[in-house]
């Protein structure tokens, strides 16, 4: 295999910004070698026995992967979020404990991008740098999600602070070096009383913290996940990040930039879950056939892939928006965040049904790295804000987002946003961390955009070389079917009762929220094809897989069952081979392998 080739098809440009991600995948090697330090049968040795991966985290290092936690403008190798995406996509497919552990040096870090002075981003990216890990320590044993609630406290002293409490459960909490850490600065409960400190164990004294065991878990058993005591431990003045009171504000627009990178998490479980399925469906022999040769066994597969685009899709998407549509990240992250790990579960437990019996076995087929991948991929949808807490930070948006695109009246400079984000050859602008903002005022560019380019396809004169007219067609009819199904989900929107405490919300809102989950990830998948339908190969140019992913939203959307084209999912089936023999990603951007 040529390594420097992005895909084995006629139609294709070299997308630069994904080159990292391939020099990577050289540098690990194949995770099916058992010699390799970041393989499937090492990640389940280290699993069976909870123990830290170490030398998995240093062969990252070696590499270099820390550096792209650091921004460029702080001598780092962080340009865009949509490399680092594809980055953390590589790890994750190998061992899910192993890129969850070293992402939270980012997540630690990201309180300091944001609201820090230049002195304490300098020091932070030097940390990081020589291999100092960071983590964000803001749960409470007691209070979970609820950080308004939060009862640990930071003393104003003359010299900076004492701080006591603890926080548990923490992700590094025992062998980070430094914590971001949200303590309550006064004693009111506002939002306005926590703060971030950043807290470097080392120049803390012992006798005044100490770490808690680390817990049982059910999946990432070799990450270290326990806790913290501080009792009166003496910090600087300089370890406030922001001024006193920006604590919950950091941490919610950090989490803007955390839940969006999620994505590549789940991406990476559920490229090994179809891969290590396809291998057994390709090699086992059920009632005069391979099990790949089973009609129920091929659908699932091929609807899978599909399903793996859509994610694929909506989570470019939200990577590239970042430094484009800022400004809207607590709409689009809640977005992304919800969609993909939840859709991820389910793909996992429609695979297993092909897996039978070896889904289960923890050793038996391909190191057990199905189940191994299940178990870690569950707690994805708890990072940065569980499941409920994104649909309701978006439910409490909702009326906001429908009355402004109806008042949309400029579908030329849409275009022009949806174009800088969706087509992978535009180069994106620096990301710009002080235009996080807690609420999107009412924009989402993505549906605002979805009349425009619903139009703009009805309007066009010519079909596109890449396509059939067949296929064109039913694109145009699905894309208007996908704006009937917005329009009257925003009609359900406006009649539903005004929410009056967003801690409480009636189900009706998490319904309506998840629907606008599917139709923005449907949208993504739209744009996604329009903006580079002619650089991207052969079977994403034809835009079957786009047919098949907005009939099933619509269906799904609707309740009514749509029959998927057998064409088209056969055509996917194919798709799906070729990338696997070519030992090629599951993706829009099926690069070079390692298998």
């Known amino acids: 295999m040529i390594a420097e ?120 990216a030097a940390a990081i740098s020589e291999r100092k890990a960071a983590c964000l320590a803001v749960t409470e044993r007691a209070h979970g999600s609820d950080l308004n609630a939060s009862t640990f406290m930071a003393h104003k002293t003359e010299n900076g602070y004492k701080v006591t409490g603890e926080k548990w459960p923490i992700n590094k909490a025992t062998l980070t070096d430094k914590l971001c850490v949200l303590a309550r600065t006064n004693e009111q409960k506002s939002a306005r009383s926590l703060s971030i400190l950043l807290i470097d164990k080392s120049k803390t004294k012992a006798s005044e913290f100490h770490h808690l065991p680390k817990i049982k878990t059910l999946g990432i058993r070799s990450c270290d996940i326990s806790g913290i005591v501080f009792d009166k431990a003496e910090i600087s003045s300089d370890a406030l990040i922001g001024k006193e009171g920006d604590g919950l504000e950091l941490t919610l627009k950090g989490f803007q930039i955390t839940r969006s990178l999620c994505a590549g998490l789940s991406l990476g479980a559920v490229d090994t879950a179809l ?137 030329d400079k849409l275009f022009a946003h949806l174009s800088a984000i969706f087509n992978l050859r535009e180069d994106l602008p620096e990301f710009n961390y002080s235009k996080l903002d807690l609420f999107s005022k009412g924009n989402n560019w993505v549906l605002q955009g979805l009349e425009p380019i619903v139009n703009k396809l009805d309007n066009m004169s010519v079909i596109p070389d890449e396509t059939t007219a067949e296929i064109f067609n039913e694109i145009k009819k699905n894309a208007f079917s996908l704006l009937e199904v917005l329009n009257q989900l925003e009609e359900k929107i406006l009649q539903l009762d005004p929410i009056e405490n967003g801690h409480h919300l009636p189900p009706a809102y998490f319904e309506v929220a998840n629907e606008y989950c599917d139709i923005h990830t449907a949208a993504c998948c739209l744009y996604m094809w329009f903006f580079n339908k002619d650089h991207l190969g052969d079977y994403f140019s034809k835009g079957e897989w786009l047919v098949l992913s907005l009939q099933k939203t619509i269906s799904h959307l609707k309740h009514t069952k749509i029959e998927l084209n057998k064409n088209y999912v056969e055509n996917a089936m194919i798709e799906l081979l070729r990338l696997h023999e070519n030992d090629l990603l599951f993706s829009c951007i099926p690069f070079q392998t390692n298998n």
């Open 5 to 124: 080739n992005l895909l084995l098809e006629s139609k294709t440009v070299s997308l630069s910004q994904y080159n990292a991600a391939r020099e990577l995948e050289l540098y690990l090697g194949s995770p099916f070698v058992a010699e390799n330090t970041l393989s499937f049968q090492n990640a389940a040795a280290l699993d069976e026995e909870e123990i830290f991966p170490k030398e998995c985290i240093k062969t990252l290092h070696d590499w270099g992967f820390n550096h792209y936690y650091i921004p460029e403008s702080l001598g780092g190798k962080l340009r865009s979020f949509d490399e680092l995406l594809l980055l953390t996509r590589v790890v994750s497919r190998r061992d899910l404990s192993v890129a969850i552990t070293d992402a939270h040096t980012l997540l630690g870090s990201i309180p300091v991008w944001i609201g820090g002075t230049d002195e304490q981003k300098e020091a932070q």
């Open 275 to 411: 891969r290590t399925t396809l291998r057994l469906a390709l090699d086992r022999n059920l009632y005069g056939a391979t099990v790949v040769e089973i009609p129920h066994a091929r659908t699932t597969l091929a609807t899978t892939f599909i399903d793996i685009l859509m994610c694929d899709c909506v989570a470019i998407a939200s990577a590239r928006g970042l430094h484009v549509a800022t400004k809207q990240f607590s709409v689009w992250s809640a977005v992304a965040k919800n969609y993909v790990p939840i859709k991820s579960e389910k793909i996992f437990q429609n695979l297993s049904v092909i897996l039978g019996s070896r889904y289960y076995f923890r050793d038996n087929h391909d190191s057990g790295v199905f189940q191994k991948m299940q178990r870690d991929n569950a707690i994805i949808s708890l990072f940065d804000g569980s499941t409920l807490i994104n649909l309701s930070a978006l439910s409490l948006q909702l009326r906001f987002l429908v009355t402004k695109r109806k008042a949309e009246k400029n579908p």
